[in-house]
């Protein structure tokens, strides 16, 4: 049921479930799903369950654990692009702001007239960091600086 139907705001809401039976309903949906990732329900901050599912890595069987770091590629655009709009309601950078004063460090080779709707539409004019007509092998990406040293946005660029 609902929180919405139940008239119960969001923090409310787990107060009413039965918690203890939080573990074997989880349980029993993931094995019906086939659900593969990681659960984490938290209360006031606090995390009152957690449990990983499946296999992060199919082909060599690796398993999720609570700490797997899941690569969700473009779905994370959705999520950029909220965060960005909040900013710009807030009136902390507009649409119209250069990259070059969003940024502590240089794009030499960018115009420098690129702007926050550009990187939003994607029509900057910054190519993709892959190129399939050049590169067939994404691991080549990852020889100078290996995947998982990147730790943060600006690691990543």
């Given at each position: ?11 409310e809401?787990i107060n009413e479930?039965?918690?203890a ?6 349980a ?7 659900f ?8 006031n ?20 654990t609570m700490d797997t770091?899941?690569?969700?590629a473009?779905g ?16 902390l ?5 250069l990259?070059?004063?969003c ?12 702007t ?6 994607h ?7 892959f ?7 994404f691991e ?9 040293r990147i730790?943060s ?5």
């Amino acid at each position: 049921m609902e929180a919405s139907r139940q008239g119960l705001k969001r923090s409310e809401f787990i107060n009413e479930l039965d918690v203890a039976e939080l573990p074997r309903k989880i349980a029993d949906y993931a094995e019906s799903n086939h659900f593969s990732g990681v659960v984490s329900i938290h209360q006031n901050q606090a995390e009152i369950y957690g449990r990983s599912y499946g296999q992060a890595n199919r082909s060599e069987q690796i398993y999720n654990t609570m700490d797997t770091r899941f690569s969700i590629a473009s779905g994370c655009k959705l999520f950029t692009a909220v965060a960005i709009s909040q900013l710009v309601e807030k009136g902390l950078i507009s649409f119209d702001s250069l990259l070059s004063e969003c940024l502590e460090f240089s794009f030499p080779l960018f115009d420098p007239g690129v702007t926050v709707r550009h990187l939003l539409t994607h029509c900057s004019g910054i190519p993709d960091y892959f190129d399939e007509d050049v590169m067939d092998d994404f691991e080549e990406l990852w020889i100078d600086v290996p995947m998982y040293r990147i730790r943060s946005p600006k690691d990543f660029l």
